[in-house]
T-cell receptor, first 110, second 111 residues
Framework: GEDVEQSLFLSVREGDSSVINCTYT??????LYWYKQEPGAGLQLLTYIFSNMDMKQDQRLTVLLNKKDKHLSLRIADTQTGDSAIYFCAEYSNDYKLSFGAGTTVTVRA | GAGVSQSPSNKVTEKGKDVELRCDPI?????LYWYRQRLGQGLEFLIYFQGNSAPDKSGLPSDRFSAERTGESVSTLTIQRTQQEDSAVYLC?????????FGQGTRLTVV
């Protein structure tokens, strides 16, 4: 089966880096995603990585994938108050299943 | 369209009534998913459609829930005889080549 796990809460000071971690179990995952959900809003696709990649960088965002350990992380550099949100890790496997973690609530403090 | 569109955005219904939620996917997206998100919780998979294949209904919580999709177009999620525990945000996503995009959701409140 597909289980995606992530820590529930992260508090970070404005200007520092945030690192959100996720583990998954389905070795057939082809894509791994990070979604951002702001209060009262839907899920916004933040970034994604193909399973044959180790790293992807997109402006302040860096995604690292350790396929051997089935570990995915999202680093947000220079965290801003607008980064306060819930971040969901998700995996997409060959059978078209899209499975989500429970979400990490990131709180940015001044 | 430009994105996934869901309607209504908010729905308040009386316990025992039926409700129908609509999702308009991004044109050309072959896959469509429905999820439920209860307040303060993560996403609970309900059902997905992939092209003309039989849908995966394994996440539907009871036989009061059903969903339809005609081809690669609009999908409707129907909840019959609504209960208070059905109160949640219902999210729809459409996908192509593995990239899934979500609508803004329908907030359902059963009173």
């Amino acid at each position: 089966g597909e289980d995606v796990e992530q820590s529930l809460f992260l508090s970070v000071r404005e200007g520092d880096s945030s690192v959100i971690n996720c583990t998954y179990t389905d070795s057939s995952s082809t894509y791994l995603y990070w979604y951002k959900q702001e209060p009262g809003a839907g899920l916004q696709l933040l970034t994604y990585i193909f399973s044959n990649m180790d790293m992807k960088q997109d402006q302040r965002l860096t995604v690292l994938l350790n396929k051997k350990d089935k570990h995915l992380s999202l680093r947000i550099a220079d965290t801003q108050t607008g980064d306060s949100a819930i971040y969901f890790c998700a995996e997409y496997s060959n059978d078209y299943k899209l499975s989500f973690g429970a979400g990490t609530t990131v709180t940015v403090r001044a | 369209g430009a994105g996934v569109s869901q309607s209504p955005s908010n729905k308040v219904t009386e316990k025992g009534k039926d409700v129908e939620l609509r999702c308009d996917p991004i044109s050309g997206h072959t896959a469509l998913y429905w999820y439920r998100q209860r307040l303060g919780q993560g996403l609970e998979f309900l059902i997905y459609f992939q092209g003309n294949s039989a849908p995966d209904k394994s996440g539907l919580p009871s036989d009061r829930f059903s969903a339809e999709r005609t081809g690669e177009s609009v999908s409707t999620l129907t909840i019959q005889r609504t209960q208070q525990e059905d109160s949640a945000v219902y999210l729809c996503a459409s996908s192509t080549q593995g990239l899934a995009f979500f609508g803004q959701g329908t907030r359902l409140t059963v009173v």
